[in-house]
Structure formats: C-alpha cells, structure tokens
T-cell receptor, first 117, second 112 residues
C-alpha cells in the first residue's frame, strides 16, 4: 500500500510569488490533514478535511493560505502571495474514519520544504 | 499548547532498552496517548498508541499508568537508527478534535 505522497519535495520561490503544494493521501483515507513546521518551532496543525469538506481550519495562519480537496481525493495548499515567514516544511497526513465515527491513526508524508527568498 | 511534558533529551547505548517518559496529567477519559518520532527532517512516523491498557507492536511497547497521567515508550533494543525526536501526544479520536498537537518532544541519542 502506497503511503502519503507530497509534491514537490522542495520549492524555492521569491517573496510575493505563488506556490501550490500537493498531497495525495493513502487510498481510502477520508481524513486529510495539513501541518507545518517553521524554523525553530514545533509542528503546528493547519487544517483537516473530511472527504472534500473542511472539518477544522483553525490553524490556518491567514487568508494567504488556501487549501482545497476537490473530489475528496488529493489536496492542494496554495500560498499567495508568499512571505518570508512562510518558509518551513509542510506535512500532510491522512487517516481512515472507523465504524462509528472515530478517526484512525494519522500517517504522514515526507513533507515539502518551502523556502521563500 | 501541547498537553504533554517530556524531558528535552536522553541517550542510551546501542542494544539497550530506551525508556522514554511522558507526563499527561490533564488527560481526559476519551483521549488516547500517541507516540510519533521524527528522524532528521522526515515526516513524523507513527510508533504506537493506547488508551488504558499497555500496548506492544513490532516497534515498541507503551506502558500507561493506571491513573493515565503518565506513560513510557520502550524501545527494547535501541539501534543507531532510532536516534530521533520522539513526540508523546494526547488526542481525541472524534473527527472534530482529531488533530495532533505536537510539543517539543524528546531527543533520543543512541550511542554506539
């Protein structure tokens, strides 16, 4: 079974540009999460999709970040316009929904390292 | 804010057991204890989780105290490849509250 995949693995852009990160969850996982780690800080939650719906977007830092999951499969996270403080590693995770509603263990992708110059 | 506290670092000798402690004194009855680790800058890797009972899998054992206020992750025979940051996390399993809240974790260094 393929794990969570993320693309690209690295992205270097200039301040003010736009970048789109992609996450492909494990097949059959309804839940998809985005997290990020900025330099010197802890890994922080950004948002949670259940299928195509946003269940929790309390961690999104501001309106320059837009996450989508059309069709309930892969997800994209767009940063527009990028700022210097957006540099960091963006992780995606996915999990199943178990019978009765609980969510199962989250499995993480390798991350996308974003550098904004 | 993370609901767990862990020592910042520890080390152990290769081949010996590594016992990583975690305090979660405010854990609620329906919160699980999860352990993940991060090797270098790779994505966090799931290790094990539990609710009340002790758990064991091919990677590790999880010992949860009877009052559930603390737990210990045991790597029975640590290898150099187990050098990583280990995160103890408590979380609900319901959809609306299933996010993971990472703290600083504990850096385990396995020495030859």
């Amino acid at each position: 079974e393929a794990g969570v995949t993320q693309f690209p693995s690295h992205s270097v852009i200039e301040k003010g540009q736009t970048v789109t990160l992609r996450c492909d969850p494990i097949s059959g996982h309804d839940n998809l999460y985005w997290y990020r780690r900025v330099m010197g800080k802890e890994i922080k939650f950004l948002l949670h999709f259940v299928k195509e719906s946003k269940q929790d977007e309390s961690g999104m830092p501001n309106n320059r970040f837009l996450a989508e999951r059309t069709g309930g499969t892969y997800s994209t996270l767009k940063v527009q316009p990028a700022e210097l403080e957006d540099s960091g590693v963006y992780f995606c995770a996915s999990s199943r929904t178990l019978a009765g509603g609980p969510t199962d263990t989250q499995y993480f992708g390798p991350g996308t390292r974003l550098t904004v110059l | 804010d993370a609901k767990t506290t862990q020592p910042p670092s520890m080390d152990c000798a290769e081949g010996r057991a590594a016992n990583l402690p975690c305090n979660h004194s405010t854990i609620s009855g329906n919160e699980y204890v999860y352990w993940y680790r991060q090797i270098h800058s790779q994505g966090p890797q799931y290790i094990i989780h539990g609710l009340k009972n002790n758990e064991t899998n091919e990677m590790a054992s999880l010992i949860i105290t009877e009052d559930r206020k603390s737990s210990t992750l045991i790597l029975p025979h640590a290898t150099l490849r187990d050098t990583a940051v280990y995160y103890c996390i408590v979380r609900f399993d319901t959809g609306a509250n299933s996010k993971l809240t990472f703290g600083k974790g504990i850096t385990l260094s396995v020495r030859p």
